[in-house]
């Protein structure tokens, strides 16, 4: 469960910085990725296979961290 984003608005803020500041928070909160994902329905075989592959992109990018911590010279 996540909160809803929202903001309090000054009498004396311009609304353009309230917009800017309710964006980062909804982005924040990720609403739109849940949206879209929500969007259409996914098959539970084509659910596994997006996070396999996001554990395996996960695993890659840490591998290469360590790779290029173990080749560092000071």
């Known amino acids: 469960m996540f909160k809803m984003p929202g903001i309090r608005?000054?009498?004396?803020e311009p609304?353009?910085?309230a917009l800017k500041r309710f964006r980062k928070q909804v982005e924040?909160?990720?609403v739109v990725?849940?949206?879209r994902r929500?969007?259409?329905?996914e098959k539970p075989s084509i659910a596994a296979k997006r996070k396999e592959a996001a554990a395996r992109?996960?695993?890659m990018k840490r591998l290469r961290r360590m790779r290029?911590?173990?080749n560092r010279e000071y």
Request: aromatic share 4%; hydrophobic share 25%; proline share 4%.
């Open 28 to 30: 924040r909160a990720g």
């Open 15 to 17: 609304i353009e910085l």
């Open 38 to 41: 929500r969007e259409a329905y």
């Open 33 to 35: 990725s849940e949206c």
């Open 9 to 12: 608005l000054s009498p004396d």
């Open 57 to 59: 992109k996960r695993l």
């Open 68 to 70: 290029s911590r173990e």
